[in-house]
């Protein structure tokens, strides 16, 4: 009965947008669902490691200690699969740690080659700690991994395979010459500890244990939608992006030539993995992503604030909403949620813990949306939820 009711309201792919780009958005939207299930508001985290991967840009993390930071992107790693690689930097760490030995069969022949089999090098997914703590050495030999994704020392040189390289800090550099390391990371995320009304969620949540790695081809998903986000037609949505950087520029958002130009992978990405080839104005909610600090971002989604209020994807529902706060997206979001505690919770398995869960979704439906506008689809959730909680 559930599962009926889940699979009637949740809408197929709309007229005119391939069911195979679909498919892909949406088996990457369950895996990121998975990996951030359990993890009480990092849900945007999961979700931009996701954006980037497939925009093929490069992702910085901003917070204090003991924010699940890593814990995040380790997760969605172990749902997409691939060669993943990861390291702690510190002020000593040397190049070899990251990029491989010297060979020294190579070295006796006089020719300086580096092992690479298990290092950054040949990984795809690439999570670096504490990234700029790292030396002058390990820094410069990354910057040309990451900008053109060839490794090159001695007389290696290798095509990396890497899709995204999520960088982690506590704080942003205020050293110019890491500032301008810190500009290769398009898209920014900024983590704040769980605030303190959700704390009974957070401990409860710590004694589950984390989703089992998917087994399906995630990473051919993942390459699809790369490619479909590649051939995306931005010609639609080129003069309201242009009119949006303007507008950022124009409010004090430090938005440089480099940014603007690959802002456009973000939005692209976004059209993807909402199941569309050509980009409109419901992906410009990404724009906030690149601006470089939090109090940044926070003005650029004042300054965006009516060119995003369509704004809305099917597979980075909470993200969309988040950084948009339109009704298009809430509503997004709260039919996936629905869906998805009907689907866990929809027998009452769990008595009256299913049951709170349940009506929590239900009340939150019912607090951001009249009767009378709630979209077809999150109305009939709500019904679905509503025949589960009311007394029999």
């Not at 995320?189 to 589950?208: I, M, T």
Request: charged share 25%; proline share 6%; hydrophobic share 50%.
């Amino acid at each position: 009965m559930t599962e009926t009711i889940i699979a009637a309201q949740i809408p197929g792919p709309a007229a005119g947008q391939p069911a195979e780009l679909t498919a892909d958005a949406d088996l990457l939207a369950a895996a990121v669902a998975a990996a951030g299930r359990g993890m009480v508001g990092r849900e945007t985290v999961a979700e931009v490691v996701a954006l980037c991967a497939v925009a093929g840009e490069h992702l910085l993390v901003v917070g204090v200690p003991g924010t699940a930071k890593s814990e995040a992107v380790r997760r969605v790693a172990a749902q997409l699969g691939g060669r993943y690689f990861e390291y702690l930097l510190g002020r000593f760490t040397e190049p070899n740690e990251l990029f491989g030995p010297v060979d020294l069969r190579r070295l006796r022949e006089g020719r300086v080659e580096f092992e690479t089999a298990g290092m950054l090098p040949e990984a795809e997914i690439a999570f670096l700690d504490e990234i700029f703590l790292g030396s002058t050495a390990v820094l410069n030999t990354l910057l040309g991994l990451l900008n053109e994704r060839v490794f090159r020392r001695g007389r290696t040189e290798l095509a990396s395979p890497l899709r995204i390289c999520v960088g982690a800090a506590n704080h942003l550099p205020e050293d110019p010459a890491l500032a301008a390391f810190a500009d290769r990371f398009l898209a920014r995320v900024f983590v704040e500890p769980v605030a303190d009304a959700r704390l009974e969620e957070l401990l409860e949540s710590g004694r589950r244990p984390a989703a089992p790695a998917a087994t399906g081809d995630l990473l051919g998903a993942l390459d699809r939608l790369t490619a479909a986000a590649r051939r995306c037609d931005l010609d639609a949505v080129t003069p309201l992006l242009a009119t949006a950087l303007r507008r950022l520029r124009a409010a004090g958002v430090p938005v440089s030539d480099r940014r603007a130009v690959r802002s456009q992978n973000l939005v692209a990405a976004a059209a993807a993995l909402d199941g569309r080839t050509a980009a409109s104005v419901r992906d410009l909610w990404v724009l906030p992503l690149i601006a470089p600090t939090a109090d940044s971002q926070t003005l650029a989604r004042e300054t965006l604030a009516d060119l995003i209020d369509q704004a809305a994807n099917r597979s980075l529902a909470h993200t969309a909403e988040e950084l948009s706060r339109s009704t298009a997206a809430r509503a997004e979001r709260l039919l996936r949620t629905g869906a998805a505690v009907l689907a866990e919770h929809g027998g009452l398995p769990d008595g009256q813990d299913s049951r709170l869960r349940l009506e929590a979704v239900l009340r939150e439906i019912d607090a951001g949306f009249d009767p009378a506008d709630l979209p077809a689809p999150l109305a009939g959730v709500r019904a679905g939820l509503v025949a589960v909680v009311a007394p029999s």
